[in-house]
């Protein structure tokens, strides 16, 4: 269950927080589970995932410093490709897209 939180709050929280647009991370963020959110005036604006000691914020309002937009994509890519493989087993998957998420947000 995601807590409703404010973006202040996160930012108090964290001392690296990384904003990617919505959908961005899809397949890289496939196997977390958010545990907040914030909203505005016009509804959702971003879900919080932390990573570590780092935090991503995701969806149409993110809060952070924003990755390099082609790095992302190719890590996306290759999330992708191990989550829409069928030759591996669900812990694998999860495995893998693990180390790719934590290699991108250790560069």
Excluded: R
């Amino acid at each position: 269950m995601k807590l409703k939180t404010t973006k202040s709050t996160i930012k108090n929280g964290f001392n690296i927080i990384i904003s990617i647009g919505y959908c961005d991370a899809q397949y890289l963020l496939h196997y977390k589970n958010p545990f907040a959110y914030s909203a505005g005036v016009y509804g959702w604006a971003c879900d919080y995932y932390e990573i570590g000691t780092k935090c991503i914020s995701t969806g149409y309002g993110p809060i952070g410093k924003n990755l390099d937009y082609k790095l992302l994509g190719e890590y996306e890519k290759k999330a992708q490709d191990i989550v829409c493989d069928n030759t591996m087993d669900y812990k694998t998957k999860e495995q893998k897209v693990d180390e790719l998420l934590n290699e991108l947000l250790s560069l």
